[in-house]
């Protein structure tokens, strides 16, 4: 046995017995790891409270107090220390009855992740002991947090962003319950235009309707600001506010939540943030125009019948919806339809053409 040999097993030989000696001591090291652990937790959190203002919250026993949820001057405790700015502190009030859902709406970039992200969060400090970033809060204490925030795809397992995103909707949808926080994040937009209103008004309303989950909705979507006409006992709309200089052609993020929705996403401005060029810019700008000119798009969507077009019925009328870029060449049922003289056939022979179309699609 070589000198470096003799020196590991010398090595071995002391680590051997330093750990035996802990051996019949483990139980009483174990128990004074924890509490130390939880001093250190502790320590923290009044560290935390003291250096950047924070304030006990009153807790609502789970069931109690209508579910409410009152944040006053919520602030987000990541971001306000991260960012140089002076941070834009808002108020949330959410519960069982008239503020069930909040679906909010505003520009790009103007800070509506941020506010229903810091809600979660103070709800989360708040059921875990810690005081939070607020003037003062009134928390129900929730059963779970669901949320479904930012946009990844899993190319591993062959699930794109928006399969991604659909199965984490699935995963609130069949677990959440009436006393769960949901917040939600642009659900929707991984798919098309169509498509994604028709989701996001869906589980919108499956959340209101059946589950009654108190919910932060936000989105880009502003058709969805219809929810809180149709059910206005439940839903009530948010938006981000802005400062718009028509003349010099800035905008303003003003990050302040006030109630009621609005119909300006300023993605181009947005885009000509991140330096775009300024072909690019103006020419988006032309298309934009156009576009709410002809009423195929528009500032607020230009669903003039949004009850009509999310009824039960599933006869849609052209006029309910968004035009396409391009119309569909009129098929031949279509035409046979339209021709079709309707007074003058029998139950009979109305059955029957159907019948006839049905075989023939």
Not at 268 to 281: C, D, Q, R, S, T
């Amino acid at each position: 046995m070589n000198s470096q040999e003799k020196l590991f097993e010398l090595e071995y030989s002391l680590f051997c017995e330093f750990r035996d000696s802990f051996i019949d001591q483990i139980d009483i090291l174990q128990k004074v790891s924890r509490k130390i652990a939880r001093l250190d937790v502790l320590t923290g959190f009044a560290n935390l409270a003291i250096t950047s203002e924070y304030t006990k919250p009153e807790i609502v026993d789970i069931g109690e107090g209508d579910g409410i949820l009152e944040i006053k001057d919520g602030r987000h405790p990541i971001i306000e220390d991260l960012t140089e700015e002076s941070f834009v502190s808002n108020d949330a009030y959410l519960d069982f009855n008239s503020s069930n859902m909040c679906i909010l709406t505003g520009p790009n970039m103007s800070g509506k992740s941020t506010y229903i992200r810091q809600v979660a969060t103070i709800v989360l400090l708040a059921q875990i002991g810690c005081f939070v970033p607020a003037s003062s809060s009134k928390i129900s204490i929730v059963d779970r947090i669901f949320t479904r925030v930012g946009a990844s795809d899993d190319l591993s397992s062959g699930r794109s962003t928006f399969m991604v995103e659909m199965d984490e909707a699935a995963n609130i949808v069949n677990n959440a319950t009436k006393y769960s926080l949901v917040v939600l994040d642009e659900i929707g937009r991984g798919t098309s235009t169509y498509d994604g209103v028709s989701i996001a008004w869906a589980l919108a309303e499956y959340l209101v309707k059946n589950i009654k989950a108190r919910t932060l909705f936000a989105t880009h979507y502003h058709e969805l600001l219809r929810l809180s006409e149709r059910i206005p006992e439940k839903i009530k709309n948010l938006n981000v506010l802005v400062e718009e200089d028509l003349e010099e052609g800035t905008v303003i993020f003003l990050r302040k939540i006030v109630e009621g929705g609005t119909d300006r996403s300023y993605g181009i401005y947005v885009a000509k943030m991140a330096g775009l060029p300024e072909e690019v810019v103006s020419r988006a700008n032309e298309i934009l125009e156009s576009f709410e000119q002809e009423k195929m798009f528009s500032s607020d969507s230009k669903i003039r019948d949004t009850d009509a077009l999310f009824s039960k019925s599933k006869n849609l009328e052209k006029s309910t919806f968004q035009y396409p870029l391009f119309t569909a060449k009129e098929s031949e049922i279509e035409r046979e339809i339209q021709e079709l003289d309707i007074d003058s056939m029998t139950p009979l022979e109305a059955i029957a053409k159907i019948n006839e179309w049905k075989k023939r699609i």
